[in-house]
């Protein structure tokens, strides 16, 4: 080969070498770039530090000191701040400058040393004991500060880069913010009782086991976290039901001595899922105690750190690992090109509720918000300000609502990072986590509180409950809610707090709890979400009725003190049938739990409040009622006394004798009904008065009112009409003549004695089942703020229309009262061209035809008072001794006085020919009731027959049931005496 052949050769050669050095030069710039990008846009902090300084000054250290570095270090700690300085800070990425609240880079290096705390120098120095003991990666625990002053825990996490072991010139350190999570540690180590507490509230896993472990508790961060549901892993030995199968030697070891040692632990373990996932999960453990100190079990705290261990993979790793994490994340994951959605994970379809990927994908990315954010501001405006930012900044994380294709709004803490530095081409990685539960828990806390603010200063139990509503809200939806209280002994609810979209009900209404699927709560004592379907099967099944509108779903949890149920709160949706889930049961159930008792008190509170102002409305009422009665019986008493007096004056007219005989007997008439209408309204609310039914020609009883009432309608200048609704045949009923009478007899003389002029008509009605009567008349009529008080007994000594007319006014209450016990109904029409009173009773068709004639059979005068009889009379009342005289004086009966109990005793055995007793019950030394058993004793056939003032049903029925004949009330009916007298001689 020629010399120039041989050097064109080389220059060849050089030329090659050149370009592929080149193209390595090229290809590691490229991959320099990548990784540079990769660092830059890393989602944790990381830097990148040199210690070779470091080394260098504790080697110098160590050697003139003749120690190690250890030892140095332990007993030199003031060397730290030093040995601190002479670390370099090579370089940081972005989320290190978001972290620290840092502008630039150099702002942080800067003021690096404003982010230590004396925890800080702790970490430095336990890391340069673990750097210089021999450990290449290690992580440590401590504090940091933002350079605003703020405070946080992190985890550093070091490793000494390839090739940097023994010079320690590039190590990488990962800031990870903990603080959250070493908040959950302090929280959780601070009292084991108020672990239970916090269990369905945390993120974290919570499991609770005893010594043979098996499963107490378990929340829904275990279930979400392991797969199992609190329904299957409940009461099961838990030994190595999370443990995967390469684990299970080590586990059965580590249980040998899980309760000798260590009352609180933390370990890292891999663990096995439901679905046979392996993940990595961090176990905070504290022993639980009973009372005596005595070890019971175990609580654990999980964090499943997959996901971050995992994102450490991902700085170490290919994109491949990425778009497993991508399409594993149980977050919804958005990826963002121009504006355009372009791709997603399954988290994401699953969260908005679409039916696939690609019908995600082909939607507008600003349909999955609502136009109008909670807060009032706009989506969109707000959508598109965060991606600039992000575009800008790198990354941002902010918190905002979110929409489903079902058209449901949910919160949302979204974090947006962008993948590329084009920003004409900018491609953005969106992180939206639902944080439904989360917000809840928050608001929970605030609602709670503003709950328990609310009871001291609402007095009003119906706006208390509505504030309980509106600040319910904030957590769930109460567009329909009620808060309903029960009464066990009428088996009634009551509604004082109701809201609903679509129905209306008065203010406190009562309803049946039986049916109701309020009462189903209530009755079963349990919580009870369920939608229409499920509903539609309870009504199959007759346990519910439909009550109301069908809500698609429906949520009701009792109101229990201890064991007592003393309501529910429920919400409902009409058209939402995912409104509401477990979750909000628990929440509701937390929340009647909190508000039971100042519910209770506040309906007691209210309660009291009413009864006190009805107590004093009714000690005025009685007042009023009272003096209405004196002034009702002093008028015919002044009558009485007065013109008796008159009869004491000799030169009396035989004309102005009986005049003022009449004026005597119709105020003592007058006196009586007074007397009456008392004992009636007494006896009716004492119970005392029964329904005695009998078999009764309607249309004749009608025909006996018009009779008697005509009269006084023609003295008056009065029409009166009678309307009977059905033939004399079909008129034959079962009712209580004498009861039916007696309230057609008020209402008529309610009725002359408020018409001047012009008609009154009385009648009835067949309605269906039921007799409708009504009295109407042109009257000067009733005002519409009185109607609703007419009935009442007390208030009618307070209405001026009874005050200017005579009567006690009792005469309505006991007509409703009398109603009421034929379990009909009244009401009535009035203004002022007259009222008309309508009233309902039962329809019962008399089984026996009754026969008329058009001529009835007068029955017989009784003829008694030629008979030659002996009448015993025990009577301690001077005069009424002298009436029954004078009523006997014009008989042949022979009357033997006794004016006590004991003297009547002793005279029936003086004298054997007594035919009849006259007994009263009130009489000094001896009663009427201990001297009738007495001579009843002696004499067991001799009639004894009780005269007396106690003119109660129940007096009459206890004396009869102790062994009197027969019954006569005061003031005497001669006709009823002389009839007594001739049934029993």
């Known amino acids: 080969m020629k010399k120039g052949d041989s050097t064109a050769s080389i220059l060849i ?15 590691f710039s490229k991959e320099r770039e990548k990784y540079i990008t990769f660092f830059e846009n890393a989602p944790i902090s990381l830097w990148i530090e040199d210690f070779s300084e470091v080394k260098k000054y504790l080697e110098k250290q160590t050697k003139e000191n003749n120690t190690d570095v250890i030892s140095f270090i332990n007993g030199n700690p003031d060397i730290i701040p030093k040995i601190a300085h002479l670390v370099k800070i090579k370089e940081v990425n972005a989320a290190t400058l978001k972290l620290y609240k840092a502008k630039t880079k150099q702002e942080l290096l800067n003021n690096l040393s404003n982010t230590f705390t004396k925890d800080s120098s702790k970490g430095f120095t336990k890391f340069i004991i673990e750097l ?6 290690f992580e440590i625990e401590t504090v940091n500060k933002t350079l605003e002053g703020d405070s946080f825990d992190i985890l550093l996490k070091f490793k000494i880069a390839k090739g940097s072991e023994k010079t320690f010139k590039n190590i990488i350190v990962s800031v990870e913010n903990i603080t959250e999570r070493k908040k959950a540690e302090r929280l959780f180590f601070e009292s084991n009782q108020r672990l239970k507490d916090q269990f369905n509230n945390t993120p974290l896993a919570s499991i609770i086991f005893d010594l043979d472990f098996k499963i107490l508790e378990w ?6 976290i392991f797969g199992y549901t609190a329904e299957e892993v409940i009461g099961v030995k838990s030994k190595d039901l999370l443990t995967p199968p390469h684990l299970l030697p080590k586990m059965k070891n580590l ?10 632990l933390k370990n890292t373990n891999e663990n096995i899922t439901k679905n046979g996932d392996i993940i990595t999960c961090d176990w905070y453990t504290v022993l639980l105690r009973d009372e005596q100190n005595k070890i019971i079990g175990r609580a654990c705290l999980v964090d499943d750190i997959t996901e971050r261990i995992n994102t450490k993979k991902l700085i170490e790793k290919s994109e491949k690992k990425f778009r497993n994490f991508f399409e594993k994340s149980n977050d919804a994951v958005l990826v963002i090109k121009n504006g355009k959605l372009v791709d997603c994970n399954l988290a994401a379809v699953k969260t908005f509720e679409y039916l ?7 939607t507008n990315l600003f349909k999955l918000a609502p136009d109008i954010l909670p807060d009032g501001s706009n989506a969109h405006e707000k959508a598109q300000k965060m991606m600039q930012i992000a575009i800008k900044e790198g990354n941002k994380r902010f918190r905002c609502h979110h929409l489903n294709k079902n058209g449901f709004i949910f919160p949302t803490e979204v974090t947006i990072t962008r993948l590329n530095e084009n920003d004409l081409n900018s491609l953005l990685h969106i992180c939206i986590k639902n944080i439904t539960e989360q917000v809840k828990q928050e608001e929970l806390e605030d609602v709670l509180y503003n709950i328990s603010k609310a009871a001291l200063t609402i007095s009003d139990f119906r706006k208390f409950g509505y504030f309980i509503k509106n600040e319910l809200q904030k957590v769930i939806d109460t567009h329909n809610f009620f808060i309903a209280l029960y009464n066990k002994e009428t088996d009634m609810i009551t509604i004082p707090v109701f809201v609903d979209e679509k129905e209306e009900i008065g203010e406190f209404e009562e309803f049946s709890a039986k049916d109701s699927l309020t009462g189903y709560v209530i009755k079963t004592k349990k919580p009870l979400l369920i939608n229409n379907a499920e509903h539609k099967k309870l009504i199959k099944k007759g346990e519910v009725k439909l009550i109301g509108l069908a809500a698609e779903k429906w949520v009701g949890v ?11 709160i429920v919400v409902q949706s009409y058209n939402n049938k995912n409104a509401y889930n477990k979750n909000d049961v628990n929440l509701l159930e937390f929340v009647a739990d909190q508000i039971r008792t100042t519910i209770l008190r506040k309906k007691m509170d209210e309660d009291l409040k009413k009864a006190l102002i009805k107590a004093k409305e009714s000690d005025q009422l009685k007042s009023a009622f009272l003096a209405n009665m004196s002034h009702e019986i002093r008028t015919p008493m002044n009558g009485i006394i007065g013109f008796s007096e008159f009869f004491l004056n000799s030169n009396l007219s035989e004309g102005e004798r009986k005049k003022y005989a009449k004026i005597v007997i119709n105020s003592g008439k007058r006196l009586l009904a007074i007397v009456n209408d008392v004992l009636d309204i007494s006896k009716i609310e004492a119970g005392e008065v029964a329904l005695n039914y009998e078999t009764v020609h309607l249309n004749n009883l009608l025909n006996e009112l018009f009779v008697f009432y005509n009269p006084i309608a023609q003295k008056n200048n009065l029409r009166l009409n009678c309307v009977k ?4 045949f079909k008129s034959v009923i079962e009712i209580d003549k004498t009861k039916l009478n007696q309230i057609l007899s008020n209402f008529l003389s309610n009725a002359f004695k408020f018409t001047e002029e012009g008609s009154i008509e009385f009648g009835y009605q067949l309605l269906e089942n039921k007799l409708q009567f009504y009295v109407k008349d042109t009257g000067i009529g009733i005002e519409e703020k009185l109607q609703d008080q007419i009935f009442n007994r007390f208030t009618q000594a307070n209405i001026d229309l009874v005050k200017k007319h005579k009567g006690t006014g009792l005469g309505l209450s006991i007509s409703k009262k009398l109603i009421e016990l034929f379990k009909g109904e009244i009401w009535l029409d009035s203004d002022t061209k007259g009222t ?3 009233f309902t009773i039962p329809f019962i068709k008399s089984k026996t035809l009754q026969i008329t004639t058009v001529v009835e059979k007068k029955k017989k005068e009784i003829q008694v008072k030629n008979k030659e009889i002996i009448i015993l009379v025990a009577e301690d009342e001077e005069y009424n001794m002298m009436y029954i005289n004078e009523l006997f004086s014009r008989t042949n009966f022979k009357v033997i006085e006794a004016d006590n109990g004991k003297k009547a005793v002793e005279l029936s055995q003086k004298h054997p020919e007594i035919d009849l007793v006259l007994m009263d019950i009130k009489m000094p030394i001896m009663n009427g009731n201990t001297a009738m058993k007495k001579i009843k004793k002696q004499r067991p056939d001799l009639p004894i027959i009780a005269l007396t003032a106690f003119a109660m049903e129940s007096d009459k029925e206890k004396s009869l049931e102790d062994g009197f004949n027969d019954y006569l009330t005061k003031p005497i009916n001669k006709k009823l005496l002389f009839e007594v007298i001739d049934k029993f001689s």
Do not use: C, H, W
């Open 836 to 838: 008309t009173i309508y």
């Open 132 to 137: 210089f003991g021999g450990k290449t990666e």
């Open 558 to 568: 009792p109101l229990k003190i201890k064991d007592k149920v003393i309501g529910a």
């Open 255 to 264: 249980r040998k001595t899980m309760f000798d040692q260590y009352d609180s």
């Open 219 to 224: 929340n829904n961060s275990a279930q979400r």
């Open 725 to 728: 609704g059905l033939e004399d």
């Open 356 to 362: 696939n990927k690609q019908d995600l994908l082909n």
């Open 13 to 27: 050669d050089s030329t090659d070498q050149i370009k592929t050095l080149e193209r390595e030069i090229k290809r």
